[in-house]
């Protein structure tokens, strides 16, 4: 059992602390297969997710789309033919907060 | 009625010929919210909807996404809360088709 995909997004303000770089580097080695990267200079988690063809990427983007309403929290979904690119920040504090390793995790689980 | 979205994508080869720089001058003015944008030396036609929330957002990824399907040509789909960006290119001939002009004009026939 995954621990960190069993749990559920805390309420966010804006004034919530962003991971540390120790935190970070800890929650990652639960989703090996997510890499932080930085976009406009804003730390974000990203993992692309390989189909045999477009109909299958889109489902997997929808439910992705569906974890999202669910918890609150939304992610950038890049939906191409064959594969599906998942990107997880938190828009108000402008990086990553632990709620985005949790939905990172959710997503692996869709799979 | 626009033109350009009632027309039908023609098959492309890997040795069809990319549009010229006259006839994207050209056929852009049928989709004057388009624009040609480069991505990795490969001209593209990029469009950014805005929507009021995710459901709305994700609802017409999907509207794209059944075009797509119906004429065997597939776009790049960001989706995020608020907004889809749609990008649209021929793979096979590394830049753009004729057909992804129709495909844009058929997007926006969706909204």
New interface residues.
Partial sequence: MNELSNKECEACRIDSPQVTEEESQKLILEIPKWEVIKLDGINCLRRTYEFTN??EA?AF??KV?EI??EEGH????????GKVTVTWWTHKIKGLHNNDFIMAAKTDQLI
């Avoid at 939304?74 to 033919?81: D, G, R, S, Y």
């Fill in positions: 477009f109909i889109i983007t929808n789309g999202s309403e939304h992610p950038a979904i890049l939906t191409e033919w």
